[in-house]
């Protein structure tokens, strides 16, 4: 029924005749009719107005040919729906005026059903696929449980997260708490978007690679991994962790069926670290961006030699930047769609 | 003459009975002597001011059985002397009003003698060697060139340095001619350094670890090997380069006599990425010296089984925190200097 399947034949490991592509952010502040919407209604009003959010999510498929779209959201929303009141304030990012410092904190979070908390990202999805019309697949996303309690611990966006690294080490029984309610939670969540039709889901973890590869095992990891397990049978998983190079083999073992990586990692010890079987995603520098279409076009498709057009998905090795001229964002999908083997 | 040779044995990779410990801006905020003496005086006057350097560079000497000193100064001070009119703003941190936009901009910096620019610097040396009575080595340090190039193109620190990134990619003449000049100047000041008495000399690359490994290469291991070369017959160099996983064995086969890493990597892996000859100083996570003083030195000294005692520096991933209480430092330190085999 879907019209393009080059996103799942890559996650199936199929062989194709160029990879998919996609990019990370791509309904985002890069494009100037999201600019304008954006000077219309505040950030959280934009997610849970299911019309804009299926309004935003098409806006990079009717410019661009990609081969998946993405559905607008943010990775709060589920903290929210448990109760942690999160802004978005100018200049400043995610806010949380009461961020999580003790045990109570996280005893008084509740779990109310998603239809009620977060229906409408799940109308949002009814309206996207109905007007996507089996184009393309539709992605649905989650943060990961790590990277939500490094929010709702410090409050806001940070360089280091030392506050919720710290309270982890010190309070690492009210963290496993903390993670594991997150945990189940994004587990009902994702299967409602499941049901709902998406494609396959993406977790993502931006801040696993702050911690050293054993908390990362104990503190993102094995949340990470829950997740994978609960939702493998009934949809494909995706797990992206920037910085998590680290945590490449032990991924590769689990029941995902891709991995993200950034920019940091080259595609030949990408595949090496990841068993060389399991489809990868990424990784372009979003930075690079900035430079000449044409030196975007060479370098994008070096990259797809590099990692081989099997089992691959071209993309960013995180989200786009909002200064990218639309033009250079254009010449990287038109080198992955030209790409010939 | 030395009367503690720890530091030095372990550079040399001769056989010791416990690794030396040192930390990663020791001479800090977490000292309340350290905090006392900058009510007083601003950022720059107190790295300008030799008696007030020398006197920063002991607080930690007098407190803790440290194996080695490190000179209280900033990596943009070489800037500074450029021509680079650096400040330290209030809740902003490093600013430059006029940051580098061109051509013109990279021609009018200066370089004149590191006597005249940096003389201050060399003061503190002389004071502080004085005043260690050979005691302890001393170490002089730099920037990696990269890192000082982000910081004179972005104008202040940032989470990504893409306009600094963007500057690179976009005009890549310009952005080596920079390079070049700082990297001539950094010698220039590391063998005054020398001269001056320290007993080795650590390149900080902070930001190395921004980018993609073969963009590394052309943008700051070019420049950092160049100074590697220029002084491995005079003096040990160490070169630490945050987030540089991927060019450990690159920089395992330089002249450099020891590598740095953060606590993203695992020891074994830094021993085997790095080949497992080259001295490895590190990586205990900064945000971990947060936890109990108990489990920081059970920690501190599992690290050190890791790593093995031979070819080790006992450091921190990164630079210690200000939030850090004495005594969770104290334990640290205890760890290794109680370490037996």
């Known amino acids: 029924m879907l019209k393009n399947r080059l996103y799942l034949d890559a996650l199936e490991g199929k062989e194709v005749q160029r990879p998919p592509v996609w990019m990370m952010r791509q309904a985002g502040r890069f494009l100037p009719e999201f600019r304008a919407l954006r000077d219309q209604y505040d950030f959280f009003t934009r997610c849970q107005t299911p019309e804009l959010a299926a309004e935003i999510t098409l ?49 008084s979070l509740v779990n109310p059903p998603i239809q009620d908390s977060l229906g409408y990202v799940l109308d949002a999805i009814d309206i996207t696929l109905e007007q996507l019309n089996n184009e393309i ?28 690294k710290s309270f982890c080490f010190q309070k690492p ?58 939702l493998e049978q009934k949809s494909k998983v995706i797990v992206f962790g920037k910085g998590c190079w680290f945590a490449l083999e032990t991924m590769s073992q689990s029941k995902a069926c891709a991995l993200g990586v950034d920019w940091t990692i080259s595609p030949q010890k990408a595949r090496e670290f990841s068993g060389g ?14 430079s000449s279409p044409v030196k975007i076009y060479n370098e994008a498709q070096q990259m797809v030699r590099d990692f081989g057009t099997k089992s691959y998905i071209a993309n960013l090795g995180h989200g786009i930047l909002p200064n990218v001229p639309v033009e250079n964002a254009e010449a990287f999908i038109k080198a992955i769609v030209e790409f010939q083997k």
Request: some cysteine; proline content about 6%; overall charge negative.
């Open 137 to 164: 697949p539709l992605i649905g996303f989650a943060g990961s449980p790590w990277t939500i309690l490094c929010y709702a611990i410090e409050g806001k966006g940070s360089k280091t997260f030392d506050k919720a």
């Open 59 to 107: 806006m990079p498929v009717k410019r661009f040919p990609i081969d998946a779209a993405i559905l607008f959201s943010d990775i709060l929303v589920v903290p929210q729906a448990m109760g942690m009141n999160f802004q978005m304030k100018e200049s400043v990012g995610p806010y949380l005026e009461d961020p999580i410092t003790c045990l109570e904190d996280i005893e």
């Open 277 to 290: 079987e399991i489809t990868l995603q990424g990784n372009f520098d979003p930075a690079k961006l900035l």
């Open 173 to 230: 029984e009210w963290a496993h708490k903390l993670l594991q309610k997150i945990t189940d939670y994004t587990i009902l969540y994702l299967e409602k978007k499941i049901e709902h039709g998406v494609h396959a889901v993406q977790i993502f973890d931006s801040w696993g690679g702050l911690l050293s590869p054993k908390d990362y095992n104990e503190f993102s990891w094995k949340y990470i991994n829950q997740i994978v397990d609960a």
